[in-house]
């Protein structure tokens, strides 16, 4: 298959996978494995196009970015704060150093994938059974998460180091469990996403980016084109659902993305 071709395919999926509540890599890993989009290109693609991805949200929470680079930014007593996001994602970013050569020398194969893809699946139907009826009791803005409930959600993140295993997926399933609505769960996962995503692509590119020839850029350059477009529409699409579903059909949507996940468990466990 035409090389420009998969990574239009790619980028459609990335985009379409990265902020929902399934994992992003787990299924571009399938489906590379499906086309025969393997090895060293498609590693470093997959990084470029996680890469587009971020930058999608980044250009829908532009105003939010932009008040981290004030004083209010940075004061805990005033909504989201440069403190919030950084109890999220610093203590996953030090284990993903440390587990790096680990996880991507044994974790990066389609029936590991499956495997994260049969465990988020449950721990999204979990979390759902466990906060079901309870919704009135949960902080619903993201402005007035915890520090605390920040903690606890980055910790829950620790989850999806394992390839399959959905990063939007654990978090907002975390976030559920620790306190938080959907709608607000799911807003600070995407902005933690930013730095947390955009370290770990810098330092997967600088890592692979010898192995690049002149002629692999248009397919970077296309798939990180469509993974944006693609990521943009997505997200927005995502957070409209949550803002305007009520809470026992958002309840239906998780689920099913739970069920989803553990559908794909079985066919890929049957390649």
Known sequence: MDLNLIAVIVGIVEGLTEFLPVSSTGHMIIVG???GFEGQLADVFDVF???GAILSVVFIYKERFARFFTKDGWDINKGLSVWHVAAGIVPVMLVAFFLYHYIKEYLFSPF???IGLFLGGLLLMFAEYRTKGREAELVDDVDKISIRQAVWVGIYQFLSLWPGFSRSGSTI???LLVGLTRSAAANYTFVIAVPLMFVACIYDLLRNLQY??????QVLAIGFVVSFIVAYISVLWFLKIFAEFQAD???GLQDTAGRCNLLVFLHVSLL
């Open 33 to 35: 494995h499906v086309l």
């Open 49 to 51: 196009v996680q890469l």
């Open 112 to 114: 590991t994938v499956a």
């Open 173 to 175: 399933a975390g976030g």
């Open 212 to 217: 690049l020839s002149a002629g692999d850029m």
């Open 249 to 251: 059909q958002l309840c």
